[in-house]
């Protein structure tokens, strides 16, 4: 196996190269932070490792603050659209699978559930590879007893299902978008300005884009209600959501990629949205004085 779990044509080698992080070492040590926060679930999605646009290092803080009783990754967790086309896996998105890793074999009830673009690992549906469960769907059961229906999501996208040459388009132009995006992004950096997603912006402003959300949203939250159940978790979308529809629960975890946010569901049956942006900006301005006393 290689380290980066990819043969010499940079394709994945076997699934099992994948699941094997945990015996290895990861490149950024796990950060032992006293503020670690848990909850009862945790679910994330649309990470897209093996693509620029991928928050790693975001969410690489993320995973060393929080911990939890259950995780799901609820699809495109690492992009077979891209890697296809050009490889590109940085010792960053290792660690972030080490530290997914490392999660199953601490005890951490972990289910991942395939994407469109990493549907690759659809063929192993059913299959528990070092502790992480592979399922195409899953019901979960929160705290206060209310079943959620928890998959990706493409399975309601007309686009995806239908017309998959549009898809490829789209997600060409989106990755060209997140080009610009990270270059607005390395600018506010440099002038100390906390992270904003220059693509959510945008689709947030334009017409067409709001609407297709809304009609998923709705046509998602249908088919979880038709199912008996109380509502739905998933991704796909890149858009973070908690809202009822016709008295289905339906929530959207986001995604790591712009808005870098994740569902959590805390001891009492409470669900959250996390925006992991925000929550390091609250903690770099509640260091500051701490450094400036220091100095």
């Known amino acids: 196996m290689t380290t980066d779990a990819t043969d010499a044509t940079g394709h994945f080698a076997d699934v099992t ?23 009862r679930t945790i679910w994330i999605s649309d990470v897209h490792l093996g693509t620029r646009g ?21 699809g495109d967790i690492i992009d077979g659209w891209q890697l296809k086309k050009r ?23 972990m289910v991942y559930i395939p994407g469109n673009h990493d549907e690759m690992f659809r063929q192993f549906a059913g299959l528990d590879f070092g ?6 769907k899953a019901v979960h059961e929160t705290a206060d007893g ?9 399975e309601f996208d007309a686009i995806t299902l239908s017309h998959r040459w549009l898809a490829h388009v789209g997600d060409a132009a989106y990755t060209a978008l997140m080009t610009l995006n990270r270059a607005v992004s390395a600018v506010r950096r440099k002038f100390g300005m906390p992270y904003w997603s220059l693509s959510k912006h945008a689709k947030a402003k334009v017409k067409n884009a709001v609407a297709f959300i809304s ?25 973070a959501e908690i809202r009822e529809i016709a008295g ?9 990629v712009e808005g870098c946010t994740a569902l959590v569901e805390h001891f009492d049956g409470t669900m959250e949205i996390l925006h992991w942006a925000d929550e390091i900006a609250r903690r770099e301005t509640a260091d500051e004085p701490l450094a400036l006393a220091a100095a």
């Open 131 to 136: 502790g992480i469960r592979i399922r195409r």
């Open 54 to 74: 991928c928050n790693a290092d975001m969410l690489i803080d993320f995973l060393d603050h929080v911990d939890s009783d259950t995780m799901y990754l609820v």
């Open 87 to 109: 490889f590109f896996w940085p010792a960053a998105h290792n660690d972030v699978i080490w530290r997914l890793m490392k999660r199953a074999r601490r005890g951490t009830r």
């Open 248 to 256: 289905v629960a339906y929530y959207n975890d986001g995604d790591w």
């Open 17 to 39: 190269d994948l699941f094997d992080f945990a015996n290895s070492r990861p490149h950024r040590p796990e950060q032992a932070s006293s503020d670690r926060r848990r909850y």
């Open 215 to 239: 009609r998923f949203e709705e046509i998602v939250a249908e088919a979880a209600g038709s199912r008996g159940v109380d509502g739905v978790v998933c991704g796909h979308i890149h858009t």
């Open 146 to 154: 209310r079943r959620l229906l928890v998959l990706h999501g493409d």
